[in-house]
Structures are given as C-alpha cells and as structure tokens.
C-alpha cells in the first residue's frame, strides 16, 4: 500500500471512530507499526490529526469549546494534582490572578490557609469556593460569558488594568510548539494575555489533552509561560521542555 493510500485510511477510520489504536491502524492496513507510527508523526506534523497514547485522535474545530458542566467532569485527578502542584507556586503575601476555568477553579481548594493572600479573578464559579475559604477577593467587572462563566470584554479589560500580579494561573484549550497558547473565544484570549502581562511570573494549568491542539485565538507564545501539567508521553514532554519550562507532575 502506498503512503498516501494508509494516509488517507488513517484519516477515513478517524472519521469514523474519532480515536484509533495504533493496532488497529496495523491491522487496517497491513503495515508494521513502526511505519504506522511514522504515519501518525507525519499527520500530526501537516495538522492533520493529533498523536495520543497508543494511537491518535481527531483535531478540535477551531471554536470548539464545552461548556463548564462539560469540562468539570474530564479529567478530574488529572485537573486536581495539576491544581495542587501549582498552589506550592505560591509565597506569603502574593497578589495572584486565577482564570475562570475548570483547572484553575480546582486551584482554590489548595490554597495555602497559613499565607497572607489576594485573589483576583474573571471566573464568576470561583467566587463562592475563594469566599468559603475566606480569601481576600476581587472580581473583574464585564460581560459574563454564559458558555464559561467568565467575565470579559471592555469591563473585564478596564477592571483587570488597575492590578499587577505577583503570579497568574491561566487555563487555555490549545498548547503547540510553534502557534503558542490557544482559546476559542478573542475576547477570553485579550483577558488572559492581559493577566500575562501584569503578572511577574505566569503559570498555565492544563492536562496532557490540550497539547498540540490549536484554537482559533492566540494568548501567548509558549515561552511567556510554565506549564504545569500531567504530560505523561515522554517524548511530548521532552519537545516541549527543550523551548519552554515545564512541571509535570504525578496522577
């Protein structure tokens, strides 16, 4: 079989299933699995699919984003060793931005109680849990985006100015090598730009599932933030810890 026949194979069967094995791909089209592999790579390379442990699964659209019911249920330990590894980031007397989002949500719950803390957010669900810790708070004013619960826009934009940041959590949809960090929405991404620019150091929070996914609005290149996140695939790990600073922790 020729290259661009298992090609397209590989991409019809993805049509079909959204997520193939590398076995399967194997069987399919009676090829070894280290010429699969090299398909996949090859694939993943031209933006085609992208490459998971053991196989490979579809791209997101470019504007594809759940809702914050839907992103609560995935990933949840990966979402919780995540959130509790960053929380050491942070030192007595931080002022820090916490993004809406469902990994930085998790965030709140480790939060030190012996430190002297301020918390500034757009997340309207992180509210109660920072009030119930009883944590100094701030929301930005703004739209609330329905989808999310994140507060942004002009308000958002004109409220998040008046601050610095000691340290800011962000949570994105899209992490590649050379297109940076990535959310559907341009009104999300100017927010979280923004918080990146206030703050002395930036921290993004995400699960190994958003790396080489690509949204439609760009936040930031890959080096103007640490990754923090439960990348288990060793050789992802190694592309991205040569341009950019990673903490990969345990589930």
């Known amino acids: 079989m020729l290259t661009e026949e298992r090609h397209q194979m590989i991409l019809d069967l993805l049509k079909e299933k959204e997520i193939v094995k590398i076995q399967e791909l194997v069987e399919a089209t009676n090829a070894s699995e280290s010429t699969i592999r090299r ?25 594809s984003e759940p809702d914050v019911k839907e992103k609560s249920l995935k990933n949840i330990e990966a979402k919780k060793a995540i959130a509790k ?36 957010t757009n997340g309207l669900t992180h509210i109660e849990p920072l009030l119930t810790r009883g944590i100094k ?49 341009p009104d999300e991404a100017v927010i979280k730009r923004k918080a990146l620019q206030l703050s002395r150091e930036g921290f993004v929070l995400a699960d190994e599932s958003k790396f080489n996914e690509i949204s439609f609005s760009k936040i930031a290149d890959i080096q103007e933030a640490t990754i923090i996140t439960n990348q288990s695939d060793q050789d992802v790990i190694a592309e991205y810890a040569a341009i950019t600073d990673m903490k990969v922790v345990g589930t």
């Open 137 to 185: 708070t701030y929301l930005l004013g703004g739209y609330v985006k329905p989808r999310t619960g994140a507060l942004i826009g002009r308000g958002a934009m004109s409220s998040i100015e008046q601050y610095r940041f000691d340290k800011c959590f962000l949570g994105v949809n899209g992490i590649h090598k050379e297109l940076g960090f990535t959310t559907p929405d």
């Open 39 to 63: 398909d996949l790579t090859q694939l993943e390379k031209a933006k085609f699919l992208k490459r998971v442990h053991g196989g490979a699964t579809k791209l997101k659209g470019k504007l």
């Open 85 to 120: 590894y960053a929380a050491k980031m942070i030192e007595d007397e931080d002022c820090i931005y916490i993004d809406a989002g469902t990994t930085t949500l998790q965030l709140i719950d480790y939060l030190p109680n012996d430190k002297d803390i301020v918390v500034v």
